[in-house]
């Protein structure tokens, strides 16, 4: 709490900087601030990456790579009048709420959607798969990015969604966490309601099956909730694991038996 405080007041203090400040001014304001209200900060680092985010006021789309000899229709997502956009729509509230630049809110907005345009329809019939690959540099915006990705995708109809978060537990947490906040809208580990949760109390909630403390293993898949009979429900899932090999095989049997029990591996509308 003490640094989401110390946040709040360095996003004010450098709102209308220009140009935007340096890290070391940042770190320097933030100490100060902290002294002043007499609060010590937990985790400096995470403060001052998170102001300089939220402090970008332009982002550039970016160059695409695209086979133009691929017959697929792109703006399949635009065509369809039926999608609401609620997940796209509460994260896009979350970060005005947490006060990023209304240009970048945007351009995420047009990134995410020509992304979502490049894979398929997740009602097309029979097999199919679409791969592609998204490069950004440090501190981009590429956690922005995905997750307002995967948020068009639940939108638009793709039900089981799989998050490799690296190969360590510490980034793993630190994604599950983000997504949480600006996509599941509740923390896992307490059931407590958190970020996009708070905005809009009646949204559709996903279901995740992993938390901040628990990565998807045999241990824990006992404990998945009985519910997800039904990956023809309205709530997607989410899973947000480790690159680790241990892990995608215990994914991938579990949705192996899955299958055998319930006939419905086949039919998953599947994106990571």
């Known amino acids: 709490m003490n640094d989401e405080v110390v946040e709040?007041?360095?996003?004010?203090?450098?709102k209308d900087a220009d140009p935007p400040p340096q890290r070391e001014d940042i770190k320097t304001q933030a100490q100060r601030l902290a002294t002043a209200i007499r609060v010590k900060i937990i985790d400096i680092d995470k403060v001052i990456k998170s102001v300089e985010s939220k402090l970008i006021t332009t982002m550039d789309?970016?160059?695409?790579l695209i086979d133009h000899e691929d017959d697929h229709d792109r703006e399949w997502a635009l065509k369809k009048k039926d999608i609401?956009?609620?997940?796209?729509?509460?994260?896009?509230s979350l970060l005005e709420e947490e006060r990023w630049a209304p240009k970048v809110i945007h351009?995420?907005?047009e990134v995410t959607s020509k992304i979502l345009g490049l894979l398929k329809d997740p009602e097309t019939q029979g097999q199919w798969d679409r791969r592609g690959l998204v490069i950004g540099h440090v501190q981009s915006g590429k956690t922005a990015n995905y997750i307002g990705l995967l948020a068009k995708a639940a939108?638009?109809?793709?039900?089981?969604?799989?998050v490799i978060a690296g190969i360590h537990n510490n980034l793993r947490k630190q994604t599950q966490a983000r997504i949480d906040k600006g996509f599941i809208g509740r923390d896992?580990?307490?059931g407590e309601i958190v970020g996009v949760g708070e905005l809009n109390r009646n949204r559709t909630f996903p279901i995740p099956l992993t938390n901040t403390s628990n990565d998807f293993s045999k241990n824990n898949v006992g404990i998945i909730p009985a519910d997800l009979d039904a990956y023809s429900s309205d709530r997607p899932v989410i899973l947000v694991i480790k690159k680790n090999v241990f892990t995608l095989q215990y994914v991938y049997s579990w949705l192996r038996q899955l299958n055998a029990d319930r006939n419905s591996f086949d039919n998953l509308k599947l994106t990571h």
């Open 107 to 109: 351009t995420i907005g």
């Open 8 to 14: 709040r007041m360095l996003l004010t203090t450098f």
């Open 155 to 162: 939108d638009a109809g793709y039900r089981f969604i799989i």
């Open 84 to 92: 609401n956009w609620e997940y796209w729509n509460d994260y896009k």
């Open 188 to 190: 896992g580990e307490t």
């Open 61 to 64: 789309e970016g160059v695409s």
